[in-house]
């Protein structure tokens, strides 16, 4: 009895048809497309952040790693602060023109899309 509740208190799951857990059949790979294959768009919005504008920059298909180094090399480039939320890109600040401009250069089919 003792063994069934310590392994119950491991497993996540109450019943599993099919053996053991595998976390990474769960996970979706991302395909890494080249960036003359991606069309990122870039918005600058105000809307549930207390009135602080943000570029935001959707649109990427890339892998975790690659959306971390283009957040480090726009925010430096910037001079602002920024962050990856759920493969968007977030810059503080209103930066459309200059983040479109780095985004041409390296490559991307980058637009400016919203008022």
């Known amino acids: 009895m003792s063994s069934s509740k310590q392994n119950s208190s491991k497993d996540p799951f109450i019943y599993r048809e099919f053996g053991n857990e595998n976390s990474l ?3 979706r790979p991302i ?4 960036p003359s294959q991606q069309n990122p768009r870039i918005q600058a919005t105000r809307s ?8 935001v920059i959707t649109g990427f298909q890339s892998k ?6 283009l957040v ?3 925010k430096t480039q910037c001079g602002s602060g920024g962050t990856v939320k759920d493969n968007e890109i977030e810059i503080q600040g209103d930066h459309k023109q200059k983040i479109l401009e780095i985004l041409v250069k390296l490559g991307y089919k980058a637009k400016i899309s919203g008022g």
């Open 25 to 27: 059949a769960r996970e």
């Open 31 to 34: 395909q890494e497309l080249p």
């Open 48 to 55: 549930g952040r207390k009135g602080k504008t943000v570029t």
């Open 64 to 69: 975790p790693e690659t959306l971390q180094a």
């Open 72 to 74: 480090k090399q726009l």
